[in-house]
């Protein structure tokens, strides 16, 4: 049986790292390359690297630390492939083939795509044909309006035509490789996954869905692995607090039985 996969979201905005509440407050959590590192050592299946910046500007700002800052983000796409060897996907800016092409040339294994797919769905289409639907993520940010889950894009400030419902149908029968489901709602709340959204969509689609947006505690990542059919539960703010975060909260996980890969240290 496929085991189930946790996975941790790495948020970059203009050369830092940070952390997400709501999609509108964020806090700095520095060195956007060491936490790659760590996360690696502490047995991550895999890692989701999203760029988030508005601009262009990538700068650190922080001489005194010895670290060369990189002016942008693919030069920090680079930079991580070096030390870490667990599968990275990487999002944001993504508008054209040779976006994503740039991207895996300097390491990436695939790419997240958002708001470029809701423009123009074809988009993904394009994409599995060119790379294979293996490649492509399809990252869905839904809010709840008027009690029904709405589709947003462009970091969460616009609201689309779609309901997740035909959203996920879309991204189906366009050749999606896979689902990272986030609930702008529950982003940095810290009070638990929207079981409700995780289980529509699972229950709705046969491509894999990465449930994403309120982890407070390992418990949660129990709660969607065991009361929906998500095939992956990741998280942000949650594994940059606690040292070898990733080793215990898989050990949690494996303890209770769960169909996930037995937690291990990696010396890098």
Known sequence: MKKKRLIPVLLLKNGYLVQSKSFKHYQNLGNP???VKRLSQWGSDELIYLDISKGENYDIERD???YKNRPNFLSIIEQVSKVTFMPITVGGKIKKLF???KRLSLGADKISINSEAIV????????AKEFGSQCVVVSVDVKVVNNKYKVFSHGGTKISKYEIEEWVDIIEKSGGGEILLNSIDRDGAATGYD???LEIVSNRTKIPV?????VGKWEHFHEALTKTKVDAV????IFHYVDQSVFLSKKYLYEKELNVRKPDLINI
């Open 234 to 237: 990741s998280a942000a703010n």
């Open 33 to 35: 390359i060491h936490a």
């Open 64 to 66: 005194d630390l010895k």
């Open 120 to 127: 123009n769905y074809n988009f993904i289409s394009d994409l």
């Open 195 to 197: 079981l409700n959204l």
């Open 210 to 214: 990465i449930a994403c947006g309120g």
């Open 99 to 101: 976006d994503v092409e």
